[in-house]
């Protein structure tokens, strides 16, 4: 299983982003596909939980920002980034749970949100 991620890039304070994440491979067994991020000189966080059903859940720090998604072929995960903040900044992982494998992650993909 492979994981795809894109959309990131330099954008301003207040602008907003888009990050996709694909998911290819073996046939797996997800139960959830997922955003974290990892900004310079701080440990992975939590950004938001898509899962297969329920609720999808927010880190307190982008909820009313950010918005997450699955594609109609659930093989998909999106990350609407509005009203970017600098604290934003981050290298942001897709990751999933995956029931047969365990946890997945992807290569990341850089955003740099200048001030």
């Known amino acids: 299983v492979q994981l795809q991620a894109s959309g990131g890039g330099l954008v301003q304070a207040g602008g907003s982003l888009s990050l996709s994440c694909t998911a290819s491979?073996?046939?797996?067994?997800?139960?959830?596909m997922d955003w974290y991020r990892q900004a310079p000189g701080k440990e992975r966080e939590l950004v938001a939980i898509?899962?297969?059903?329920?609720?999808?859940k927010y880190a307190d720090s982008v909820k009313g920002r950010f918005t997450a998604s699955r594609g109609n072929a659930k093989n998909t995960v999106y990350l609407q980034m509005n009203s970017l903040k600098f604290e934003d900044t981050a290298v942001y992982y897709c990751h999933i749970d995956d029931l047969t494998f365990g946890d997945i992650w992807g290569q990341g993909t850089l955003v740099t949100v200048s001030s």
């Open positions: 491979g073996s046939p797996f067994n997800v139960n959830s």
């Open positions: 898509v899962p297969n059903r329920g609720r999808i």
